[in-house]
Structures are given as structure tokens and as C-alpha cells.
């Protein structure tokens, strides 16, 4: 069941140079700046029509945060029964950690479990709205099988490029979806550039991360339930796994939106990006106080969804990174994979690797000092380690 309350989007705005795009229109990202663009909403009209009181006593899903997202017509909200993904205490853990308030919010209980149906749900539902019928998108894994899904719930054709060594269950997920699945040598950029070619060439609407706007839009939601479940405030510290970042971001995005509505305060989570270390650009960017990422090469890492040698949106999150106070930590392989199995054995949960390195990254930022063990922490389980076997 969708609700049928209206979207408040207004337009399209480029974080870097502010130019003002028409949300009604199907666009991409800023030619100028090439940065991704940021879907803005009249949030005095938001505040007008809706609380959070009545948000909350929705059907549950990702839809009923409809005001705050982009698709007008409620016929076109597609829906696999994304989002209201559980915020869990991890009170064994915790208390091996000397932690009293340690969460997750775990994403694989979304449809193609992981975080990316929320993003590729309103991403193709917007451009089914816009009259797209043909997607392609590079993939480490999870976001080809999430296109493939909603494609196919809407009624669309979804070609997905993915490197040759991506899980095999993301392979087989995405042709039994009936999307077409091109294998490619080499990594999620080399994979970028064939879909971006294919895109010129045949006219196909690229989802790759923030090459258009509302990805991010979907994604932000984890953010607006993470609110909602604290009681309209935020936790201390959030610990996500970054690879393009658009959770990050999105999130980011998401709690000033809230804090202007005045359903939460001035007060931020100290946003921390955690990556592998074979694949690090955010991290090394953000230790030299660089304002952009250089490319990391020969990127290597068993956690996929990490391996991003060049995440196109570099500014944005270093931006929310340092806005927020937060910060940026690489872990092993082999530290992902230890935190993988004590979080399994301690909590009955098997978490995707990028989860897991977020385990591993809080237990070297509580040994540093840089979080308290009284703080509220979350973090971010983006998927199930199923999909990895």
C-alpha cells in the first residue's frame, strides 16, 4: 500500500557552482563542475502538508517519507518492500567493547539484500517518471542485482557491467533478474567507462553512482529512520562503509533537511567513513586535507562494495566528513574477516565484509581514543555475507 501524499521536490542544485536545474527535466550531473546534483525541496510546503507524527503512523516502507522524495505520481512508486530496515542493539559485542550503546542498522534486510534497493528504487522509479525505459550501471555487485530488480518491477530493460571477479551470486542474481550482465576485466572504473560508452551509443540512462541525482534520495531515508528510531535526535557516532558514499552523503543531506523542517536540532553523529586498505582514496584524501581523491591504483580488497579506486562524489563526502568532526579509517582484509566471524558468533548476524570493517575500524578508533565507550554508536551492516560465498 503507497501513500498518496505529494512530493515536494522543486529543483535540481549543483553543490559547487549553485546553479539551479529543473527537477523536471532528465538530467545527469554538473557539466561544469562535474559534480553530482542535489535534489531540493520546498520544505516550507513539507512543513505545511505533514509531521512526523503522521509520517510515522504510515505503512511502513520507504515511501511514506514521499514528501521528502522525488517521484510525483504515486502510481509510479515502485516498491519491493525497501526501507524500515531494523535498528538492532549489539549488547554482547558491546559489552566486550566496554560499550553500553553500540547498534546496528542492518540493510540486509532489504529486498536484494542490501542497502542498494533503496537507492536504485527511487533512482528508477524518478527516471520512469521521466520516461527512461533502458538502464545500464558499472556494479562491484549489489547495486547490478538492485537495478536488475526494480527494472524488472518496472517494466524495464537494465543492461549491468560488472567486474570479472564480483561475487558469483551477484552475477547470477542479476541474469535470473533478466538484466543483461557483461563481465569485465579489471575494476568498477573499467567497468564505468564501458556503460558510460554503451550510454552515449545506444541511449541507455546511466545509474551510476551520483552521475544522476536521486540515488542519493533513496539512500537518505537511512538516515530520516535513524532519527525517527532515536527519538528525533541523532546518535553520537555513525560508522559507514564508504565506497561511491552516496549513504554517506545522502545521510548527511538528510539530517539538514530535518534540522530545517525543526524536527531535530543543530546536533550531528560525527560521520566516519571507514575503507579497506587496499583501496583508501577518502581515507588518504582526508588525512592530507586534500579537498579532492586521487585515484587509487591497483585497488585490491575481498570487501567489493570497497573497492572504488575514484568515488565521483570525492567532495561531498570529505565535506561531511569534516563538517561533521568526523573522520576516516582503512582496515585489512584480515581485520574484516576476524570482525566478521566475532560478529557472527556474538550476535547470530552475518554480515557483508563492508560491514563488518566497520566493526573492525570502532575497535581501532575506541584503542585511539576516538570514541568514548559511553558514546551512541551505529553502525552500518550494508548487506548479507551470503551474497559473498
Not at 547495486?143 to 564480483?166: E, W
Not at 538528510?254 to 530545517?260: N, R
Not at 536540532?265 to 586535507?289: K, L, N, T, Y
Not at 557472527?344 to 570502532?362: D, I, S
Amino acid at each position: 500500500m503507497q501513500t498518496h501524499a505529494e512530493s515536494c521536490l522543486s529543483e535540481l542544485e549543483c553543490p559547487e557552482c549553485s546553479q539551479r536545474l529543473s527537477a523536471d527535466r532528465l538530467q545527469t550531473f554538473c557539466e561544469q563542475c562535474k559534480s553530482p546534483l542535489l535534489a531540493r525541496y520546498d520544505l516550507d510546503r513539507v512543513l505545511a502538508t505533514v509531521s512526523p507524527q503522521e509520517i510515522t503512523r504510515r505503512p511502513r516502507g520507504l515511501w511514506r517519507w514521499a514528501e521528502l522524495l522525488p517521484v510525483r505520481n504515486p502510481a509510479l512508486r515502485i516498491t519491493l518492500g525497501e526501507g524500515d530496515t531494523p535498528l538492532l542493539p549489539l549488547e554482547r559485542l558491546g559489552r566486550g567493547l566496554g560499550m553500553s550503546a553500540l547498534w546496528v542498522k542492518d540493510e540486509s534486510f532489504n529486498p536484494t539484500a542490501s542497502f542498494k534497493a533503496r537507492g536504485l528504487g527511487v533512482a528508477v522509479a524518478r527516471a520512469l517518471e521521466l520516461g527512461v525505459r533502458e538502464f545500464v550501471i558499472p556494479t562491484a555487485g549489489n547495486a547490478g542485482g538492485a537495478l536488475a530488480a526494480y527494472a524488472a518491477r518496472g517494466g524495464a530493460k537494465a543492461h549491468v557491467f560488472m567486474p570479472a571477479d564480483a561475487p558469483h551470486p551477484n552475477q547470477e542474481e542479476v541474469r535470473i533478474l533478466g538484466a543483461d550482465c557483461h563481465l569485465v576485466e579489471g575494476l568498477i572504473s573499467d567497468a564505468g567507462r564501458l556503460a558510460a560508452e554503451q550510454a552515449r551509443e545506444k541511449g541507455w540512462f546511466d545509474v551510476s553512482t551520483f552521475k544522476e541525482p536521486y540515488r542519493a534520495e533513496g539512500k537518505k531515508t537511512m538516515g530520516l529512520e535513524l532519527a525517527e528510531a532515536f527519538g528525533w535526535q541523532l546518535p553520537d557516532v555513525i560508522l559507514y562503509p564508504t565506497g561511491g558514499g552516496t549513504g554517506l552523503v545522502g545521510m548527511w543531506k538528510a539530517f539538514a533537511e530535518l534540522e530545517a523542517l525543526g524536527w531535530i536540532d543543530r546536533r550531528r553523529p560525527r560521520m566516519i567513513s571507514v575503507q579497506a586498505e587496499g583501496c583508501a582514496p577518502v581515507v588518504r584524501a582526508f588525512s592530507q586535507h586534500a579537498e579532492r581523491v586521487e585515484f587509487w591504483q591497483n585497488a585490491s580488497t575481498l570487501a567489493s562494495g570497497l573497492r572504488v579506486p575514484g568515488p565521483f562524489a570525492d567532495r561531498l563526502i570529505l565535506r561531511a566528513l569534516r563538517e561533521s568532526g568526523g573522520t576516516a579509517v582503512a582496515v585489512s582484509d584480515e581485520q574484516i574477516t576476524a570482525a566478521q566471524k566475532r560478529w557472527a558468533a556474538a550476535e547470530g548476524m552475518f554480515t557483508a565484509p563492508e560491514g563488518a570493517a566497520c566493526l573492525a575500524a570502532l575497535e581501532i578508533l575506541l584503542e585511539t581514543g576516538q570514541i568514548g565507550r559511553r558514546e551512541s554508536v551505529v553502525l552500518f551492516n550494508t548487506g548479507s555475507g551470503l551474497k559473498y560465498i
